[in-house]
């Protein structure tokens, strides 16, 4: 809906008189200024993350996940509609935009605190990194970055680990955007395995990822007390896109049994049908 009572067509984004309508149009949506970092530092709205148009194919890992409702906002108009069908053309469904400069709203420069987190890790990782003792942790598999950079500002010391040099340098950026310090390393799991652990982990983070003959080493690189979680693709996922093969994909109920020294706190599956299909595991090492 625009102020003018259009309707939406099927795919596009949606045009809003005001950023009120926007955010009532889309309950829960991220605000994205899409403006330049200069012009967001001079002032922008309360709750707003920022990434410029031109900066969404170096910094899509910041993105909101695609199931994530999203607001675009910019000073033009016209920029705030392009990124918008930018988002849409990358598989947002549920994107809006400010068809006004945000100038224009009442509170719409109004804020000078630092950009909101625009991304989020699993929403299962978020939720049970409280239960782990705060220390050291180790993101296995990193790619960009996020899950480590989630856990250094949750306040622990981190590692990542992954064996692509492009994602690691994405990673870096995203840690020193966020101004936290974390321990980037290539390595390339499935060909050289690492040597046994020396100092060990309070906490062990592996969002998909499977590699089965990691699974012993991963039990004896927990510290006492410490916490495995671990969220990845389970059999089924093939039917609606990568991962195919079956040394990626977890059999059903395998992660309850992959770990036989750890205690089991949390398990489940999502349902069939509904993608992506994965499996998740909360397990913790014995005292």
């Not at 079956?246 to 750890?262: K, Y």
């Not at 994965?278 to 913790?284: F, G, N, S």
């Amino acid at each position: 809906m625009t102020g003018s009572g259009a309707e939406r067509h099927a795919g596009a984004p949606l045009a809003c008189a005001t950023l009120a309508e926007a955010l009532g149009s889309l309950p829960g949506a991220r605000l994205l200024d899409v403006r330049d970092e200069a012009a967001f530092a001079r002032g922008h709205a309360e709750g707003a993350g920022r990434i410029a148009l031109a900066e969404f194919a170096a910094r899509r890992a910041e993105l909101p996940s695609r199931a994530t409702p999203v607001v675009v906002v910019h000073d033009a108009p016209e920029s705030a509609r392009e990124a918008a069908a930018a988002l849409v053309s990358r598989g947002y469904e549920r994107v809006a935009w400010l068809e006004r400069a945000l100038g224009a709203e009442p509170e719409g420069h109004a804020s000078r605190a630092p950009a909101a987190r625009l991304w989020s890790v699993s929403a299962f990782i978020e939720r049970h990194v409280g239960g782990a003792r705060q220390g050291r942790a180790l993101d296995l598999a990193c790619g960009s970055g996020r899950a480590a950079v989630f856990l250094a500002l949750s306040g622990f010391q981190v590692q990542g680990w992954d064996h692509d040099a492009s994602a690691l340098e994405r990673a870096r950026a995203l840690a020193a955007r966020h101004g936290v310090s974390v321990a980037f390393h290539a390595l390339d799991l499935e060909r050289e395995p690492p040597p046994e652990p020396v100092e060990r982990f309070d906490l062990i983070v592996v969002v998909r990822y499977l590699h089965r003959p990691f699974f012993p080493w991963i039990e004896r690189a927990l510290a006492p007390a410490g916490v495995l979680l671990y969220e990845t693709f389970r059999d089924g996922q093939q039917r609606f896109g990568p991962p195919r093969r079956a040394r990626h994909l977890l059999r059903a109920g395998e992660l309850l049994t992959a770990f036989p020294s750890l205690v089991v706190e949390h398990h489940e599956e999502t349902p069939d049908g509904v993608p992506p299909l994965l499996a998740r595991l909360a397990a913790r090492r014995p005292t």
